[in-house]
């Protein structure tokens, strides 16, 4: 289990170097923006980012919705995808589905928004994933999403969350506290992440990172006096 936060411009100017030394975090996530505007970049993200290369912390991102229809959130995920071109991230991109006035849309309207939005951060070569609450997740996604794609679930104040499928990540905090943030009153969202993120999109060549090549191995074998040798791939 490894230790994170998620943080945006609400947090401030965060001292990523305090965030490193506290111990306490193994990762962030990372407000790219929201809305369908690419003037809508968070603030903090372009900084936010830099300081985690610098200091070695793994991020992912995320983009916050307010789309009311497939098309409308088909334009988010594209202006995403600009806002987070040429940078490499070792978490997954995920969808922040959580405006009130989306889940009146109904279930089937917000399955299609879903995965209208996921497809084609997918397909743009990232590892792609849904940010959403117990309560909402459960009753407004079909399992086409919530199986399809990695889940990070937000349910806080309790010991344990109520969604009963899987998810990868557990946003279980809203109220951290963590050396070097000082933004939003000193609050900051705190997660637990069970799956190795960094060495699956890094195997699988995804969020900008070149696939390894696997290793090769010399070979020699004779048969009927004729001698022959090349390279195998390992498994």
């Given at each position: 289990?490894?230790k994170?936060i998620?943080?945006?411009k609400?947090?401030?100017t ?23 505007l ?6 903090q993200?372009?900084?936010n980012?830099a300081?985690?290369q610098?200091y ?14 497939v098309?409308e959130i ?6 995403f ?5 040429g940078k490499?991230f ?17 279930k ?6 879903a995965e209208a939005?996921?497809?084609i951060?997918?397909?743009?070569g990232y590892y792609?994933?849904l940010?959403c ?7 407004y ?6 199986d399809r ?9 309790v ?16 109220t951290g ?12 969202d705190?997660?637990?992440?069970y799956k190795?993120?960094?060495s ?7 969020n ?9 191995k010399?070979f020699t074998i004779?048969?009927d006096?004729h001698t022959?040798?090349?390279l195998?791939?390992e498994n």
């Amino acid at each position: 289990m490894l230790k994170g936060i998620d943080v945006s411009k609400h947090n401030g100017t965060i001292d990523w170097q305090k965030v490193r030394n506290s111990g306490s975090v193994d990762f962030a996530v990372l407000r790219a923006g929201y809305g369908k505007l690419i003037s809508q970049k968070d603030q903090q993200f372009e900084r936010n980012y830099a300081e985690c290369q610098k200091y070695g912390i793994p991020c992912g991102a995320y983009w916050y919705s307010y789309a009311k229809s497939v098309a409308e959130i088909q334009t988010e995920a594209r202006v995403f995808l600009e806002t987070v071109k040429g940078k490499q991230f070792e978490y997954p991109l995920y969808l922040d589905f959580e405006e009130e006035s989306q889940f009146k849309l109904g279930k089937a309207t917000c399955t299609a928004m879903a995965e209208a939005f996921l497809d084609i951060i997918e397909k743009a070569g990232y590892y792609a994933g849904l940010y959403c609450s117990a309560y909402y997740l459960s009753n407004y996604f079909d399992d086409t999403v919530r199986d399809r794609y990695t889940v990070w679930l937000a349910h806080v104040n309790v010991a344990k969350p109520t969604y009963t499928k899987a998810y990868d990540i557990w946003q279980y905090s809203w109220t951290g506290k963590i050396d070097g943030i000082t933004g939003n009153s000193g609050k900051v969202d705190m997660n637990y992440c069970y799956k190795d993120f960094p060495s699956v999109i890094k195997n699988a060549g995804l969020n900008g990172f070149q696939k390894p090549e696997k290793a090769k191995k010399q070979f020699t074998i004779t048969v009927d006096d004729h001698t022959y040798s090349g390279l195998l791939e390992e498994n």
